[in-house]
């Protein structure tokens, strides 16, 4: 069996499934995760903008279905596994000289009964797939999408991005920035990344006045 590649986390990233915030963004996504029996053929996309939790998800899946994770761009020709359901990230990546090994990986697992959850940022038709084959199972694979973050869930990251570096917001903080930032899981981090740099920098408290000017710099 192939050794189980190893990610390296930000320190204080919460990643267990009652750090997940769901809401309608992302709430069939969450639902099918939980039912891979349900998955046609065995086996599901999750596709999701950068930061949408897609990586998160697949920690989730990985945890209850003691599954083997891989990224795409460390996969080589000779991969090979006899894990009965495997999870590959950013399918977008895959080296054109892996995707045999992937052809035969989807067919060993399909045949066996075993799951295969795929994560991108698009939707397997834009994947540069050149091995029509591969391309054509993959394109038929069954899409779980997470859509841009709704006023909960933008408020709940908000929240988690705050959390993971140890910071306590006020809440009248989060609603402030909810209603001012592009609604987009990558505007969250990034605002919240900004705010503890500019307070770590200017020896300032993270408040509304501090995001008020940064976001006023910002336009």
């Given at each position: 069996m192939a050794d189980q590649l190893a990610f390296d986390w930000p320190t204080g990233v919460a990643l267990g499934p009652d750090d997940f915030f769901v809401s309608k963004a992302n709430?069939?996504?969450?639902?099918?995760?939980?039912?891979?029996?349900?998955?046609?053929?065995?086996?599901l996309a999750l596709i999701g903008p950068e930061g949408s939790g897609k990586s998160h998800l697949a920690?989730?899946?990985?945890?209850?279905?003691?599954?083997?994770?891989?990224?795409?761009?460390?996969?080589?020709?000779?991969?090979?596994?006899?894990a009965s359901?495997?999870?590959?990230?950013?399918?977008?990546?895959?080296?054109?000289?892996?995707?045999?090994?992937?052809?035969?990986l989807h067919n060993n697992l399909r045949?066996?009964?075993?799951?295969?959850?795929l994560t991108s940022g698009q939707p397997p038709?834009?994947?540069?797939?050149?091995?029509?084959?591969?391309?054509?199972?993959?394109?038929?694979?069954?899409?779980?999408?997470?859509d841009n973050p709704d006023d909960a869930l933008l408020s709940a990251l908000i929240m988690k991005h705050f959390a993971d570096r140890q910071?306590?917001?006020?809440?009248?903080?989060v609603q402030y920035l909810s209603t001012r930032i592009e609604r987009s899981f990558a505007a969250a981090a990034t605002i919240v990344e900004r705010l503890d740099a500019a307070a770590l920098a200017q020896r300032r408290?993270?408040?509304?006045?501090?995001?008020?000017?940064?976001?006023?710099?910002a336009d």
């Open positions: 709430a069939q996504a969450y639902a099918m995760i939980g039912s891979p029996e349900a998955w046609p053929e065995g086996k920690r989730v899946f990985q945890a209850q279905s003691d599954a083997l994770l891989v990224a795409a761009d460390s996969m080589a020709a000779g991969f090979r596994t006899d359901t495997v999870i590959i990230e950013d399918m977008e990546t895959l080296a054109q000289s892996a995707e045999e090994a992937v052809f035969h045949n066996a009964g075993g799951a295969l959850l038709s834009r994947w540069p797939i050149a091995l029509p084959d591969l391309a054509s199972r993959m394109q038929a694979t069954t899409v779980a999408q997470i910071i306590n917001p006020q809440p009248a903080l408290k993270i408040n509304t006045a501090l995001a008020a000017e940064l976001l006023d710099n």
